[in-house]
């Protein structure tokens, strides 16, 4: 029984068991490793997708429970990966073994669709996304820069 | 004459003459550049090699070849840095990739020379030996660039300048690229090697700071680590060892779960079982990569390999490590064991026998525990094995050793293996043994036909780890009439696999305690043990600069001030340097309110005991303890002496990075073991910061002395920011801390 997924603006269909978890039906089945493996239990945050817009840890999602919802994976995130949190990931080089910035980005990205101006304490809040490099004062900083382009 | 323009011309002739030009490949097809950067592995196809480490394509793109793999860490983006100093080139031309272990193999060590950093495929690009060699990479090509350019042109040579990728004639004006003269400068030999230009003269290192080469696969999600390789007709498995290092598996029943979606085998890793490795002539120690016991379920797709793993019925045989009934056992081994004398003496100078007689005595002893590298791309690999081959796609921390760990595993001669290098989530010490990619090709090897990505579930990462080893140590001092140690009797208990830098290379221990003596004491206690970033320093830094604070505070003498007198007559001013600088930074003997207080600590990484060598760091944190016990850091203020600096932001966030490592194993990190088991699996048990848990650091940039090296700065801070942070606790509270994790502490002082 095949079910219909709408990924970055595409109907795709996956012959995945509705009981596997979103992440593996991504990486697996569809081919798209974006969105990263870290712990399986919804904890670091590499595997942070939007779900009709909310960042959503995707590794214990079943498959069958975002069925027809509209999914954003970092691959769809903008056109020609110039989204400004990208832009700026790079102009502040802030990724070092860069595992789970896709993650980091995907939760960056929802909070400024929600809050267009966050403040420090909105950042730690909604960004919770373990990293071990210790990239965090560089993804703060860059949020609050593509925040300032996005309002420019 | 600086060291770095002193290079040793010979050497490199003897290492480029085994390829020289002869190598030049045709101009086949367009570069696929994005490709290079996505997939690693994957060549840009076309262009022309001026050396095994430089090819230029005909789009102008150059790509570099680096023997030390990104780990986040910048390596590969300083080589290329380093090399287009003396290329003269366009730095948006440069990309880099993993130089080929198999073809080091092939063409006779092509990218490797017996003795220090150039030995082997792992470590970082700021050497003395590996940047001359990337400047002489770079100096070279230039001037095989600027000769064809002027055999083109029909002039002398010297009228031919290079700049950003360019060449130009200059009496007359006339432009060629690099890449359009590329294939010709790939067939020319220089009589001679050109000279290095003086550091006084550099342009680009030192100067520039761009983003890595890696940032924009990163940010695009596009970045294929070796959890995202995708080989055609490829299957998954998903691995078990035995829980109890060094146990056997005993039982299982395969007919429970071969029926499960998706499932295709069940395989069993043996470590007994006959392995043909007399083809294994290994430049390097295999010891680390031995096979575990272990069980995998293979299957399509690793959801289903993962379940069937959980549905299989399994047991273990223990062995000798399931002794070890609760954690408490194994911390008592250790802390019992320094109590009396050590079995082995580490370091012995002058004469300790008066210590106990002594006026003044302080004696402490220290706990830190076994902590886990904890890599964000948990462990995997994947491997095609054939009856004579085999080609692995593996997240490496040194791919030379991953090559021939693949070929002992397969039993394979060493130059049928292909090995290739992906992005790696993560090194921190867990991905050097090479046991990773053992276990691969073990699983792999029993799967006929087709690819096999084998995966360690987080869990079994964790579990199945090569730890920061578990150490408790005693440290004794006499201090004489002017309150410093006069004598130091030292004494580290630990399980196998310790590591002692920070400790028998202190300055303390080599020079400036005149009698000192340090013993161990090796424990079988089971758990297998590795590098963790900055291995040994990680644990001594925090104890002995804790107990030199002890000291301070029995003679009454301000902690800086202390240590500025311990190391006065050091031979180098990079100490006292970066205590100052961090003190002043940090507003050091500022008033503060009850329940505050600042803390300091100095150590240096990799000096080896000799002055001006190494990475020396000092940290002063500045913290707020509630009277509940609640604990704030405030900031964190950092120094640090590595002589000189080629990359300003790359040295910032390498500190900011391993200043929050650091942090994090003093306040966190601790694996206990209940029946032989590693209890903690996951990040619910195993906490690692976030980003509202950082307090502020400050790196500060005062402490360099300017030194004519290169020093490295990722392992550094992990010495020294928990003995700061217990200073400051002992300042502000009263109370020393003693043992990591301080959460587990109870800092109440109500």
């Known amino acids: ?152 | 004459m600086n060291k770095i323009t002193n290079v040793n011309r010979r050497q490199f002739l003897i290492s480029t003459a085994v390829v020289g030009g002869a190598f030049t490949i045709g101009i086949t097809a367009a570069s696929d550049a994005d490709a290079a950067l996505t997939k690693p592995w994957e060549s840009p196809k076309g262009g022309a090699e001026l050396s095994p480490w430089l090819s230029i394509m005909p789009d102008d793109t150059i790509m570099v070849r680096v023997a030390t793999p990104e780990i986040g860490n910048g390596a590969m983006t300083q080589t290329a840095m380093t090399i287009t100093e003396e290329l003269e080139s366009d730095w948006s031309k440069m990309q880099v990739e993993g130089a080929p272990a198999d073809r080091n193999l092939k063409e006779n060590g092509v990218y490797t020379q017996a003795g220090g950093s150039l030995a082997y495929f792992a470590g970082r690009s700021t050497t003395d030996a590996r940047m001359k060699l990337a400047l002489q990479v770079g100096a070279s090509a230039r001037e095989r660039l600027k000769a064809a350019a002027a055999a083109q042109w029909k002039v002398p040579v010297a009228e031919v300048t290079a700049a950003k990728s360019m060449l130009t004639h200059t009496p007359t004006g006339r432009t060629l690229t690099y890449g359009q003269v590329a294939v010709k400068a790939a067939a020319i030999k220089l009589k001679e090697e050109p000279a290095l230009k003086p550091q006084s003269e550099w342009k680009f290192l030192g100067h520039a700071t761009p983003a890595k080469l890696s940032a924009p696969a990163i940010a695009s999600g596009s970045a294929v680590f070796g959890m995202d390789v995708r080989v055609p007709g490829m299957v998954y498995a998903a691995l078990r060892q035995s829980p109890v290092h060094g146990g056997k598996l005993k039982s299982f029943d395969a007919s429970a779960v071969k029926k499960m979606p998706g499932v295709i085998d069940v395989i069993v890793v043996d470590p007994d079982e006959p392995r043909d490795t007399s083809k294994i002539k290994a430049p390097m120690t295999l010891a680390g990569a031995m096979p575990q016991s272990a069980i995998a379920v293979v299957a399509e797709h690793y959801w289903q390999a993962a379940k069937a793993l959980e549905a299989l019925p399994v047991e273990w045989t223990d062995g000798p490590g399931g002794q070890w009934k609760t954690y408490k056992q194994m911390r008592d081994a250790t802390t019992d064991a320094i109590s009396k004398p050590g079995s082995k003496v580490m370091v012995e100078r002058g004469d300790i026998s008066g210590l106990d007689k002594s006026a003044k005595i302080v004696e402490a002893d220290y706990f830190t525990p076994y902590s886990d590298q904890m890599t964000m791309e948990p462990l995997n690999g994947t491997a095609l094995v054939t009856a004579d081959s085999v080609e692995i796609w593996h997240p490496s921390q040194h791919p030379e050793q991953g090559l021939w760990v693949a070929a002992a595993e397969a039993g394979v001669s060493p130059d049928k293996v292909k090995f290739n290098q992906t992005y790696v989530g993560g090194g921190f010490g867990r991905r050097v043994f090479g046991n990773d990619s053992r276990m691969v090709v073990a699983v792999a090897k029993k799967v006929q036909g087709r690819p096999v990505h084998v995966i360690w579930s987080r869990e079994e990462s964790v579990r199945q780890g090569r730890y920061r080893p578990l150490v408790a140590a005693k440290f004794k001092a006499a201090l004489g009439a002017n309150g410093l140690p006069e004598m130091l009797l030292s004494r580290a208990a630990l399980g196998e696999g310790g590591y002692f830098i920070g400790w028998i290379d202190s300055p303390y221990t080599v020079a400036q305690i005149k009698n000192v003596r340090l013993e161990t004491q090796t424990l079988p206690l089971h758990l297998l043990t590795g590098p963790y970033r900055g291995p040994g320093y990680n644990s001594f830094g925090f104890m002995y600069e804790t107990f030199i604070d002890e000291c301070a505070s029995a003679a009454g003498i301000d902690p800086l001030e202390y240590r500025l007198k311990l190391l006065e007559g050091w031979p180098d001013s990079g100490w006292s340097g970066s205590l100052k600088e961090a003190a002043k930074q940090a507003g050091w003997g500022k008033k503060l309110p009850k329940g505050m207080g600042q803390g300091i600590a100095i150590a240096n990484w990799a000096g080896g005991g000799k002055p001006q060598s190494g990475t020396t760091v000092a940290a002063v944190a500045t913290v707020e303890v509630s009277s509940a016990g609640e604990l704030k850091i405030h900031a964190l203020d950092i120094a640090f002496d590595t002589g000189r600096i080629v990359n300003k932001d790359a040295v910032q966030v390498q500190l900011e990075g391993g200043a929050i490592f650091g942090l994090n194993m003093a306040m966190n990190e601790e694996l206990t073991i209940a029946n032989g088991r590693v209890v903690e699996g996951n990040y619910d048990t195993y906490p690692i910061m976030r980003m509202g848990d950082v307090p502020k650091i400050n790196i500060h940039f005062g402490g360099l002395s300017g030194h004519d090296r290169f020093s490295e700065v990722g392992e550094p801070p992990v010495g020294v920011i928990g003995p700061a942070i217990g200073n400051a606790i002992f300042a502000a509270t009263g109370q020393r801390v003693r043992s990591q994790p301080f959460r587990k502490l109870d800092l109440n002082w109500a």
Request: net charge neutral.
């Open chain 1, 1 to 152: 029984m095949a079910l219909e997924l709408k990924i970055n603006g595409t109907t795709l269909t996956t012959d995945a068991d509705p009981s596997t978890p979103l992440l593996w039906v991504l990486r697996d089945h569809l081919g798209m490793t974006g969105t990263k493996f870290g712990c399986g239990i919804a904890q670091c945050g590499a595997c942070t997708v939007h779900v009709n817009g909310m960042a959503t840890r995707s590794c214990q999602l079943p498959v069958a429970a975002v069925a027809g919802a509209d999914i954003t994976t970092i691959e769809g995130l903008a056109p020609n990966a110039d989204h400004p949190l990208q832009t700026a990931w790079v102009e502040m080089n802030v990724a070092q073994c860069g595992y789970c910035q896709s993650g980091m980005i995907m939760a960056a990205a929802a909070l400024l669709k929600q809050n267009p101006k966050p403040t420090d304490q909105d950042i730690n809040v909604a960004v919770n996304n373990v990293c071990r490099c210790g990239t965090y004062p560089r993804v703060k900083a860059a949020i609050h820069k593509a925040a300032g382009t996005m309002q420019s």
